[in-house]
T-cell receptor, first 116, second 109 residues
Framework: KAGVTQTPRYLIKTRGQQVTLSCSPI?????VSWYQQTPGQGLQFLFE???????NKGNFPGRFSGRQFSNSRSEMNVSTLELGDSALYLC???????????????FGPGTRLTVL | GQNIDQPTEMTATEGAIVQINCTYQ??????LFWYQQHAGEAPTFLSY????GLEEKGRFSSFLSRSKGYSYLLLKELQMKDSASYLC??????????FGKGTLLTVNP
């Protein structure tokens, strides 16, 4: 079974621009979560989508948005980029089973975003 | 809110045993996960605990005490390739995972 894929793997943008990142989950997985990883803050949760609906949201500004398509693929958009948005953006997919089950998230390789 | 604490760094010797602790305070609890992340790579799943006790998987074991808000990951017969960051994550009363900042383990020969 193919793993989680993310495109692009690397991206360089300038302040004020916007960016769209893509995530294709493992076949059969209906939940996609997005995280931002920086050396100082670790892995921080952005949002989670399940069956095309945002089910959870972290504490990031409205410049960060996402969506999920009917085939479970997900995109994340960041508008008006700031220097502090430079980070590794990881997506993870899972089956989306009920709470309390061993519904494990599997991570993609990430997109390394650099904002100049 | 959620708060997860784990040591920032640990060092151990090849062949030894190391225990990485994780304490958490969460609103609701629906499982604790451990992930391994090598530098420049994505986190990979190691273990899951939802009931108290020890789960063993080869050289790796994970323990959970829900009443104490405490877990540990035990790595036996350490190998150089075990040098990595180890992330503790808790699923609270919703579906989201909250991660600790990770413990960077260095295994020396």
């Amino acid at each position: 079974k193919a793993g989680v894929t993310q495109t692009p793997r690397y991206l360089i943008k300038t302040r004020g621009q916007q960016v769209t990142l893509s995530c294709s989950p493992i076949s059969g997985h209906r939940s996609v979560s997005w995280y931002q990883q920086t050396p100082g803050q670790g892995l921080q949760f952005l949002f989670e989508y399940f069956s095309e609906t945002q089910r959870n949201k972290g504490n990031f500004p409205g410049r960060f948005s996402g969506r999920q398509f009917s085939n479970s693929r997900s995109e994340m958009n960041v508008s008006t980029l700031e220097l502090g948005d430079s980070a590794l953006y990881l997506c993870a997919s899972s089956l989306g089973l009920s709470l309390g089950s061993a519904d494990t998230q599997y991570f993609g390789p990430g997109t390394r975003l650099t904002v100049l | 809110g959620q708060n997860i604490d784990q040591p920032t760094e640990m060092t151990a010797t090849e062949g030894a045993i190391v225990q990485i602790n994780c304490t958490y305070q969460t609103s609701g609890f629906n499982g604790l996960f451990w992930y391994q992340q090598h530098a420049g790579e994505a986190p990979t799943f190691l273990s899951y605990n939802v009931l108290d006790g020890l789960e063993e998987k080869g050289r790796f074991s994970s323990f959970l005490s829900r009443s104490k808000g405490y877990s540990y990951l035990l790595l036996k017969e350490l190998q150089m390739k075990d040098s990595a960051s180890y992330l503790c994550a808790v699923r609270g009363s919703n579906y989201k995972l909250t991660f600790g900042k990770g413990t960077l383990l260095t295994v020396n020969p």
